[in-house]
């Protein structure tokens, strides 16, 4: 078990009578007691609305909303806090993007690039924009490995390209998609690149202003942070363009009977009472992360991966998928003649929690030519042990199977 477990309180327990082993963090990972414990606190000492009070409350809920906004721009090197938008996660983030900015904008004509391994999230807000729009969807051909070839890249985005949404990295294959050189082409172009940045942010370094992304989508659940919490980042000037996403309290300047006014950014975007704990709570996860370091969480995550990579060349019927080398902290495999699902449910019998499915990835699994896949996802309360106890698992799942096939 990895030293920094101890600080995750759901890791000490028993699942079906074995310790447990979480290796789903791709979907969501674990909470830290200082994340726990900022919640906590905010529900406990100062819950109460932000922004419009005076009162003593009022101001420590602002205090602490603002405050982790300032934690989130500084963790991703934003220029300003003007660009660090809260959003429910990074589907909602997505969806803003497409409607605020692409639809207005796009015509009939103008082309919106994505890869055909992108999570659902980053795939239909696009299908909607091109269908909406009259834009033309292309997809970037993927190496056999589930890499990207800049040559290819290069050859598939022309003058009429006006967007291009790619994932950092792939919450499938592990792949870690070449962002900076791709922001180059595009902007060749004059067009914008969104990145999707759920399974990036919370596992390795991200600097928009070094990657030179236009926007950045990414969740809180998945950065040890709380659910229904996420960020959309927006370069300010395309932010200022951009009409608000929903409309109500929170966001307005100055209504009159027909015609209102919007407040500044990063408000203008956030209508409604906001998801204040859930602000407060991400905050405490930046914390927590900083205080690792994340070029620590990088190499922790990396070295998982390429452990278990080993590890799985080793077993016969084992099919790994995505790049042998830098991948990020996730495997997806299958075992031939085995469900994903059953290798899953004799997992879980066994403690270990794993991920079976399509992973929000159809289009994925049919360039892969399965129906689904199992993965294992990795962050830092795991450890070499935990990969130790999945292959026992898998290997008894072999040999469950292997008698009843047989």
Same mark, same amino acid.
């Given at each position: 078990?990895?030293?920094?477990?101890?600080?995750?309180?759901?890791?000490?327990?028993?699942?079906?009578?074995?310790?447990?082993?979480?290796?789903?963090?791709?979907?969501?990972?674990?909470?830290?007691?200082?994340?726990?414990?900022?919640?906590?606190?905010?529900? %406990? #000492?100062?819950?109460?609305? &932000? +922004? $419009?009070?005076?009162?003593? @409350?009022?101001?420590?809920?602002?205090?602490?909303?603002?405050?982790?906004?300032?934690?989130?721009?500084?963790?991703?090197?934003?220029?300003?806090?003007?660009?660090?938008?809260?959003?429910?996660?990074?589907?909602?983030?997505?969806?803003?993007?497409?409607?605020?900015?692409?639809?207005?904008?796009?015509?009939?004509?103008?082309?919106?690039?994505?890869?055909?391994?992108?999570?659902?999230?980053?795939?239909?807000?696009?299908?909607?924009?091109?269908?909406?729009?009259?834009?033309?969807?292309?997809?970037?051909?993927?190496?056999?490995?589930?890499?990207?070839?800049?040559?290819?890249?290069?050859?598939?985005?022309?003058?009429?390209?006006?967007?291009?949404?790619?994932?950092?990295?792939?919450?499938?294959?592990?792949?870690?998609?070449?962002? %900076? #050189?791709?922001?180059?082409? &595009? +902007? $060749?172009?004059?067009?914008? @690149?969104?990145?999707?940045?759920?399974?990036?942010?919370?596992?390795?370094?991200?600097?928009?202003?070094?990657?030179?992304?236009?926007?950045?989508?990414?969740?809180?659940?998945?950065?040890?942070?709380?659910?229904?919490?996420?960020?959309?980042?927006?370069?300010?000037?395309?932010?200022?363009?951009?009409?608000?996403?929903?409309?109500?309290?929170?966001?307005?300047?100055?209504?009159?009977?027909?015609?209102?006014?919007?407040?500044?950014?990063?408000?203008?975007?956030?209508?409604?009472?906001?998801?204040?704990?859930?602000?407060?709570?991400?905050?405490?996860?930046?914390?927590?992360?900083?205080?690792?370091?994340?070029?620590?969480?990088?190499?922790?995550?990396?070295?998982?991966?390429?452990?278990?990579?080993?590890?799985?060349?080793?077993?016969?019927?084992?099919?790994?998928?995505?790049?042998?080398?830098?991948?990020?902290?996730?495997?997806?495999?299958?075992?031939?003649?085995?469900?994903?699902?059953?290798?899953?449910?004799?997992?879980?019998?066994?403690?270990?929690?794993?991920?079976?499915?399509?992973?929000?990835?159809?289009?994925?699994?049919?360039?892969?030519?399965?129906?689904?896949?199992?993965?294992?996802?990795?962050?830092?309360?795991?450890?070499?042990?935990?990969?130790?106890?999945?292959?026992?698992?898998?290997?008894?799942?072999?040999?469950?199977?292997?008698?009843?096939?047989?």
């Amino acid at each position: 078990m990895s030293h920094y477990a101890k600080d995750f309180p759901i890791l000490n327990q028993e699942v079906n009578g074995n310790p447990l082993v979480y290796l789903d963090s791709a979907a969501t990972s674990q909470k830290p007691f200082q994340v726990i414990e900022a919640v906590e606190s905010y529900y %406990k #000492e100062i819950n109460s609305n &932000v +922004h $419009r009070g005076v009162h003593t @409350l009022g101001t420590k809920a602002t205090d602490g909303y603002e405050g982790a906004r300032e934690k989130v721009r500084r963790f991703i090197n934003a220029a300003s806090v003007k660009e660090i938008v809260y959003t429910r996660g990074t589907t909602t983030a997505l969806n803003i993007i497409a409607s605020s900015y692409a639809r207005p904008r796009l015509k009939e004509g103008d082309e919106i690039v994505i890869s055909p391994s992108e999570h659902h999230s980053n795939l239909i807000p696009w299908q909607q924009v091109a269908r909406a729009t009259g834009a033309q969807l292309k997809y970037f051909p993927l190496e056999p490995d589930g890499t990207l070839d800049l040559k290819k890249a290069e050859e598939t985005i022309t003058e009429r390209t006006k967007l291009v949404a790619i994932a950092h990295v792939s919450n499938v294959l592990g792949t870690i998609f070449p962002i %900076k #050189e791709l922001a180059r082409l &595009v +902007h $060749r172009h004059q067009g914008v @690149l969104v990145v999707d940045g759920a399974q990036s942010v919370p596992h390795m370094k991200v600097d928009v202003r070094d990657l030179d992304c236009d926007f950045l989508a990414f969740s809180g659940h998945k950065m040890m942070g709380p659910t229904g919490i996420g960020v959309l980042y927006g370069k300010e000037s395309l932010l200022e363009e951009m009409e608000p996403f929903e409309f109500g309290g929170e966001m307005i300047d100055h209504v009159d009977l027909y015609e209102s006014t919007w407040k500044e950014l990063p408000w203008k975007f956030e209508g409604g009472t906001p998801n204040i704990a859930g602000a407060i709570g991400l905050g405490a996860a930046v914390d927590y992360l900083e205080s690792v370091g994340m070029d620590e969480v990088d190499a922790h995550d990396r070295r998982l991966a390429a452990y278990a990579v080993e590890k799985m060349k080793e077993v016969e019927g084992l099919t790994v998928y995505g790049p042998t080398t830098d991948r990020t902290g996730l495997v997806t495999f299958n075992i031939e003649g085995v469900h994903p699902h059953d290798v899953a449910t004799v997992l879980d019998a066994e403690g270990i929690a794993v991920r079976a499915g399509h992973h929000c990835c159809q289009p994925l699994m049919r360039w892969l030519g399965v129906s689904a896949t199992a993965r294992a996802s990795f962050h830092l309360y795991n450890s070499e042990a935990d990969i130790d106890r999945l292959m026992k698992g898998l290997q008894k799942t072999k040999e469950y199977f292997g008698n009843v096939l047989g």
